[in-house]
DNA sequence: TAAATTATTGAACAGTTGTACAATAAAATT
DNA sequence: AATTTTATTGTACAACTGTTCAATAATTTA
């Protein structure tokens, strides 16, 4: 038995090549399904049978980049900066240098025209890679709910990112881990 | 001289009360221009004359709810918790009964097919209230970015809200600070 | 390979969008 | 109160949206 239709496999892959090629030139709000359509030579009618929204499409490519924000915390850490792993540990701070690898992306997902979905979807990885160490490196209190703490830390994360953002990302990763470093010493 | 032209004030009005109206049966993303002019009794014309988007619109309320916000650190603060002045500043922690307060609308602004926009105009806010008391409450090394320092912190209390609007706001608002003031402690 | 399944197409429809322009009405100014 | 200024209206247009349906084509299954 077979998963996937070929038609399908096609048509979606004619999509996300279009889309791609008009990002290129506008941003995601300015694209609209028809354009999409005709460069893609798909049938209207067929783009509504897969997604409902330009941002279902978008968000297909969006889950793999997140998925390649988690494959990197599998590899070892190579960048290495003098740390002190009791107050910070490596691995969380490899967000940055996959946020730089694709920032063209985190422009987009980022931008203020943008709907919210994206950053959720971010928001909830980095909440589940930052869950097992949270665990590990403080002892919890009983009374600390531990989503609200998890959340708190990585939309922390997340600010940074943002402000990274806001400067049109002219700062190196290195330099973003130092000051979350630095932030958290303080703190 | 007169600053506003009466007709502008009666167009805009009715546009906020059709908003408004249509907002308690649907959301956002679900109501068009059209459908508020027709209700507001505006030419549609008129509509872009004074907004490009719905959300330009339904921007002109959030911001004065985020300037209620503002308003509320000015006044004493009464919500009284045991927590040590030194580790937060009591004024920190007023949001979440703003939130609490205006949850119908923070219910709008946090959903995930709403553009970041108003979530913006929240961290900036949130970012402006933090600022003096940073600066007050701890000696900045001369390393550290405050716009990194400032959003990291924002944001990370943005976090809690938004695991609060996960849960449907069903916790009380001291709840959170109690929450905040733990997490804190801990960190 | 033939039959069955199902994705895609094309056409059509009512509603929305963004824009333009002349005519009109409402407000501000003198 | 008369005049000037300007916001609003109505109309029109091309493009987009979301949906439906029968006809057709591509792919899978037996």
Same mark, same amino acid.
């Given at each position: 038995?077979?998963?996937?239709?070929?038609?399908?496999?096609?048509t979606k892959e004619a999509l996300h090549i279009? &889309?791609?090629? &008009? &990002?290129?030139?506008?941003?995601?709000?300015?694209?609209?399904?028809?354009?999409i359509c005709r460069i893609a030579k798909v049938n209207r009618g067929t783009f509504y049978l897969h997604y409902t929204q330009i941002g279902d499409l978008f968000e297909e490519y969006f889950k793999e980049i997140?998925?390649?924000?988690?494959?990197?915390?599998?590899?070892?850490?190579?960048h290495v900066?003098? =740390?002190?792993?009791?107050?910070?540990?490596?691995?969380?701070?490899?967000?940055?240098?996959?946020?730089?690898?694709?920032?063209?992306?985190?422009?987009?997902?980022?931008?203020?025209?943008?709907? &919210?979905?994206?950053?959720?979807?971010? =928001?909830?990885?980095?909440?589940?890679?930052?869950r097992g160490n949270l665990d590990k490196d403080y002892k919890l209190e009983?009374?600390?709910?531990?989503?609200?703490?998890?959340?708190y830390a990585a939309n922390a994360i997340l600010g940074l990112i943002i402000e990274w953002y806001n400067n049109d990302f002219e700062q190196e990763a290195d330099y973003l881990n130092e000051q979350l470093v630095k932030i958290l010493r303080l703190t």
């Amino acid at each position: 038995m077979t998963q996937l239709d070929l038609r399908i496999v096609k048509t979606k892959e004619a999509l996300h090549i279009a &889309l791609l090629t &008009l &990002l290129k030139n506008k941003p995601l709000e300015a694209i609209s399904i028809s354009e999409i359509c005709r460069i893609a030579k798909v049938n209207r009618g067929t783009f509504y049978l897969h997604y409902t929204q330009i941002g279902d499409l978008f968000e297909e490519y969006f889950k793999e980049i997140v998925e390649d924000l988690a494959n990197s915390y599998q590899e070892p850490y190579r960048h290495v900066i003098k =740390l002190n792993p009791k107050e910070l540990n490596p691995t969380t701070i490899r967000i940055f240098h996959h946020v730089e690898k694709y920032k063209e992306y985190y422009r987009i997902i980022l931008s203020k025209n943008v709907p &919210l979905t994206y950053y959720y979807l971010l =928001l909830e990885e980095v909440k589940r890679l930052l869950r097992g160490n949270l665990d590990k490196d403080y002892k919890l209190e009983d009374s600390i709910d531990s989503n609200f703490q998890a959340t708190y830390a990585a939309n922390a994360i997340l600010g940074l990112i943002i402000e990274w953002y806001n400067n049109d990302f002219e700062q190196e990763a290195d330099y973003l881990n130092e000051q979350l470093v630095k932030i958290l010493r303080l703190t």
